[in-house]
């Protein structure tokens, strides 16, 4: 998400910089591109020295810009951004994103505290939680997007059997992802009389569970579905895995908006996601998308089986998904609601809305 805002930015006549707080591969890709990025070695938040010292650079590095406006990524790192603009002078210009759905945790209570002109969320459900916590900022709500996808003529990467409906879950191994949940769902279909395949496509990224995602292999195995579910591990690129689906499930409960519904959609694929959170917004039940009733095992069975059994099903929600997808989510798109709400801030028209129109862009000159 944040790369396409980076190129529609450019696109539009912003003067980008970024600053990043660790070292990695995107920070050198970007400045490839023409961006200017800046590291630095932030450490953790509890250690207070590297914390204040992190803070003293952002701080020079927003005397050195003067940008019209400061983005703060997440809630995490609003806890450097808006003290190095208070340092600097320019408390004024910061707004930051929210895109969890927040549950007061620390890190969200800390981040509210802080100044900010607004929070951004890309989902109702998150604004709703932000909105009620103190003290009470300005928000705007802004749909996410993605890339429509590139025509590929090749095999897909995945030997998978014919015949079978092929599930598939994308996403990090993580519980509240709900990989355990799909796979019960799984066992509870075949109990049901009907057969699939499920490929699960993710790995241990970051080392954030790794029990949990030790776990999934066991699971596989004590419920009998050994012959029936891959495991691709960590892959560069979902995109040809998901193509090789017949139907996309977002299990997440809840989902703060579900971009991986989006490269489903984008692709024809018929998606399936919990009631709940961000999914509610981009799939009407029945038309683009099947809503379960919650991420419980049974619930997700249900709202798979008929698409399991109606191969017709499948594709008429799969061309109606990939015709809201190009309607409303796409980076374009995506990039052009971005960008009218930056420019409205910048020029001192804050506003806040709850689902944002797909407006033409306003042409831009400006530092961010």
């Known amino acids: 998400m944040l790369q396409a805002l980076l190129e529609g930015g450019q696109a539009n006549g912003y003067e980008l910089r970024l600053v990043f707080l660790e070292p990695g591969p995107w920070p ?35 005397r ?51 100044p900010a002109i607004a929070i951004g969320c890309t989902a109702s459900a998150a604004a709703e939680a932000q909105r009620r916590m103190s003290p009470s900022r300005p928000m705007f709500v802004m749909a996410a997007g993605t890339s429509v996808p590139p025509t590929r003529a090749e095999p897909g990467p995945l030997e998978l059997p014919a015949g079978v409906p092929v599930i598939g879950l994308v996403g990090r191994l993580q519980r509240w992802k709900g990989q355990d949940r799909l796979l019960r769902a799984q066992a509870i279909l075949r109990e049901r009389g009907h057969d699939s395949h499920v490929v699960i496509v993710g790995g241990d990224s970051f080392g954030l569970e790794p029990e949990y995602a030790s776990s999934l292999p066991r ?25 090789q689906m017949d139907v996309l499930v977002n299990a997440s409960d809840p989902e703060p908006f579900g971009i991986v519904l989006l490269e489903g959609m984008a692709r024809g694929v018929s998606v399936v996601a919990v009631d709940a959170g961000g999914p509610t917004e981009i799939l009407t039940d029945g038309v683009t998308g099947m809503l379960a009733r919650s991420g419980a095992p049974g619930d997700l069975a249900d709202a798979l089986e008929p698409l ?13 998904g990939r015709a809201r997808f190009a309607c409303e989510f796409t980076d374009a798109a995506m990039c052009k ?10 020029a001192g028209k804050q506003h806040v809305v709850e689902r944002d129109p797909l407006a033409p862009a306003l042409g831009a000159e400006h530092r961010a």
């Open 337 to 346: 609601r971005f960008v009218d709400h930056l420019n409205r801030l910048i």
């Open 28 to 62: 050198e890709r970007l400045r490839r591109s023409g961006i200017d990025v800046d590291v630095i070695a932030a450490g953790r938040i509890r250690q207070p020295h590297r914390w204040i010292a992190a803070v003293s650079q952002l701080a020079a590095i927003m």
């Open 64 to 114: 050195r810009a003067e940008p019209d406006l400061i983005i703060d990524w997440a809630a995490k790192t609003h806890l450097y951004g808006a003290p190095a603009a208070m340092r600097s002078g320019m408390a004024d210009r910061v707004l930051w994103w929210q895109h969890a759905i927040p549950h007061r945790n620390w890190i969200d209570q800390c981040a509210t505290l802080l």
């Open 219 to 243: 699971i596989v195995i004590e419920l009998g579905l050994a012959d029936s579910v891959t495991m691709t591990g960590e892959v560069a690129d979902a995109g040809p895995y998901i193509e």
């Open 308 to 320: 399991l059994t109606s191969p017709r099903l499948r594709g008429e929600i799969g061309e109606a």
